[in-house]
């Protein structure tokens, strides 16, 4: 086990603005630790005005690697010297890898909550009619990553039409399988819920504990699952919904450990002990 940094210590980080709430180094650093890696994970606070700075900057100094979160993970790629496929397809980036001083993008973000569909609620994408609420960069990954997975139809509701539509656009053409449906606004979403197999939330609704919920959840089968990518408070007013109609749900701390996880791979070459970066989160959030 590794105890202090020293002259040999590579280093990680994230970049955002803000990040200083970001749970990322405990549960990095908490793995890195379990392997016995002489890395150290730590957070840099980076405006979108100095990001190009920043990122030359950090390329200089032989950084190992970085996550990328809101709201650079758009503006990042034009600053990278390669795209991972999984970016490329998103238009969104989460994690670089300093590959010999070349920066890699990569997004680690949709895989992640395919994993935590999986690990927290037992679903399987495959052949699944699954509603998407926004169509931010959040939106970018979890649309691609369900694609890539085999969903069979996705429909995505926002608030603003053009920006679902655009979002849609962007992501058909690699998946020709999936069938891609936008809708004007969550309430014309409720027309097509009772077909749903999973409601996945990428929005920044629900962060306050009394927002108004955008869907009447009761409209979904009994058997239908509900994801909410937000995990500040650990129960959004979208999953005590959920909860009290008696569906299956999750929060966002899921996806974070196992973006996290597919992250640390990718620098370190060592696939962490499963379920510990989880169990730090639950840890946090339990405080």
């Known amino acids: 086990m590794i105890n202090q940094v020293n002259g040999a210590t590579k280093i990680l980080g994230i970049i955002g603005y803000p990040v200083r709430h970001s749970l990322s180094p405990v549960m990095q650093n908490a793995a890195l630790r379990a392997c016995g890696l002489d890395y150290v994970y730590v957070p840099f606070e980076v405006a979108p005005e100095g990001l190009g700075s920043a990122v030359a900057g950090l390329k200089a100094l032989g950084v190992s690697g970085f996550n990328v979160t809101i709201p650079l993970k758009t503006e990042i790629m034009q600053y990278l010297d390669e795209l991972d496929s999984s970016a490329e397809t998103a238009g969104a980036v989460n994690t670089v890898k300093n590959d ?72 058909a053409h690699h998946f020709p399988a999936t069938e891609l449906t936008v809708v004007s606004g969550f309430e014309e979403l409720e027309e097509c819920l009772a077909e749903i197999d999973a409601l996945v939330n990428t929005t920044s ?21 509900v994801y909410d990518m937000i995990y500040a408070p650990p129960v959004t007013p979208l999953l005590r919904e959920a909860l009290r109609l008696g569906l299956k749900g999750a929060n966002g701390l899921g996806m974070l450990a196992s973006q996290g996880e597919l992250a640390f791979a990718i620098w370190t070459g060592t696939t962490p002990p499963f379920g510990l970066m989880k169990s730090v989160l639950d840890g946090i959030s339990d405080c």
């Open 100 to 171: 010999a001083g070349r920066l890699i993008g990569y997004n680690t973000d949709g895989d992640g909550l395919i994993r935590s569909l999986a690990n927290e609620l037992g679903f399987d994408v495959r052949g699944a009619s699954v509603a998407l609420l926004g169509a931010g960069g959040a939106a970018r990954g979890a649309l691609a990553a369900l694609c890539r997975s085999g969903a069979r139809r996705v429909v995505i509701a926002n608030r603003t039409r053009e920006r679902a539509v655009e979002l849609a656009s962007s992501i």
């Open 205 to 225: 609704l629900g962060m306050i504990r009394d927002s108004p919920l955008p869907v009447r959840l009761d409209l979904l089968p009994r058997s239908a699952i």
